[in-house]
């Protein structure tokens, strides 16, 4: 199975921005949606945001949009979520996770393949 590696989380103020990567090793994210989502401390994880295999159907949740962009490149088999204006509330370990087929789903249990997620922390 293609192991999946985030990477960029790290410590931030409020109001600035980071960039996470998520990398396939061993393997492509052929024909793969990707996800993002995140687990604050006490809370369940929830869903951030998702892109389809060509990039043309990118979805978010409400608390982000328009603060955060998904992106990919597949000959690079990677894809970034960059994070503007970060707020204290966005703390949380993020973690990136697959699914084959074109259905771009929010529902954590539609995606089969997660990795082990990078902190974000923002301070205020």
């Known amino acids: 199975q293609v192991q999946l590696v985030e990477s960029g989380g790290g410590l931030v103020q409020a109001g600035g921005s980071l960039r996470l990567s998520c990398a396939a090793s061993?393997?492509?994210?052929?024909?793969?949606?990707v996800g993002w989502f995140r687990q604050a401390p006490g809370k369940e994880r929830e869903f951030v945001t998702a892109?389809?295999?060509?990039?043309?159907?990118?979805i978010y949740a409400d608390s982000v949009k328009g603060r955060f962009t998904i992106s990919r490149d597949n000959p690079k088999n990677t894809v970034y979520l960059q994070m503007n204006s970060l707020k204290p509330e966005d703390t949380a370990v993020y973690y990136c996770a697959t699914r084959r087929g074109a259905y771009v789903p929010r529902n954590q249990y539609e995606y089969t393949n997660w990795g082990q997620g990078t902190q974000v922390t923002v301070s205020s």
């Open positions: 061993g393997g492509t994210f052929s024909n793969s949606v």
């Open positions: 892109i389809s295999w060509s990039s043309a159907t990118t």
